[in-house]
């Protein structure tokens, strides 16, 4: 990929930096004090205006602000997530750069995963279910050490979370693309055309992969259908999986629970079964959260490479999806 693929020409230095995000004052707060000579403004994703988008050269958020036709006078989009299908999903022009956050969510979506392992082992909801009724319940836990685990996605994410049921006594497998793992918590590794050879013989199904071509659908219901109990927790994007599926794969004994961070639409709408079914806990997208430091850091390191005359290191190959 070259510089010729966008309309920006290199050496390029931002000037106007228009931020959508919760957070777009601290993040604003941290671009100042670091580059006085840029003019920055921010709003709410939801807050940003067409007016904004003209006045910005470059823009700082997670997906396309819904006021965009177009993005305006807008050069080069840093998304402040690892997944950019909220950016690609919308059809981006390819004329601007679009780069993405070099921050690693791995520690924090392997405590996700590891948090709602132990809730499911441990039964928490129906114990708590129990507590409310003032009903004594006992019942018998069976240990995560010595459960296995396919983790979908072997790159930083999946890695954190491998070295954190391994830590546990899980035994841990991936699958992934290439079929490799640098993490040496993953006792094998697989290619993803194995997915559905290897779930019949997991107790924990993670996936931690992006919304692209090459993932979109892969656990589908004849997937899920191979599945003998496990429990599926989503932590990656809701497009990788059927979810129309998910309550009769449920309801069959294919899975005997779910753990869901992500889903096809967000926020999950009213109408979805998945909301009052005590085999699912729902999380609304809260796995592994953006920094303040994290979006700050992470365009500035674009901005300095940008300013070289050289493409940043974290510029979005589009044809895979991240």
Sequence with gaps: MTSSSFLLSLPFSPRRVL?????????AARLRAARPDFDVRGAPFMEITADDLRWAD??????RPPAAQDMGSVQWV???????????????????????????????????????VFAIQQQLVSLVDAQREHRWAPRDIARVAGTRALLVGTGD???HIAASLAALGVHVTGVSRSGQASHPAFSAVHTTDRLADLVGEADWI??????TPASRGLVSREVLQRCRGAVLLNAGRGAVVDEQAL?????AGWLRAAALDVFVTEPLPESSPLWNDARVLVSPHISGLTTVDGAADGFLECVASLERGALPKWVVDRARGY
């Design 78 to 116: 840093h998304s402040t997530g690892a997944g950019v299908d909220g950016w690609l999903g919308q059809g981006l022009s390819e004329g601007i750069l679009l780069t993405r956050s070099p921050e690693s969510f791995g520690p924090m979506i392997a405590e996700w995963a590891v948090a709602r």
């Design 19 to 27: 931020i959508g995000a919760n957070a777009h004052a601290d993040i």
């Design 247 to 251: 309550p009769e794969a449920l309801d």
């Design 58 to 63: 470059s823009y700082i958020g997670f997906r």
């Design 206 to 211: 993670i996936l931690s992969v992006p919304d």
């Design 157 to 159: 994410i999946g890695s």
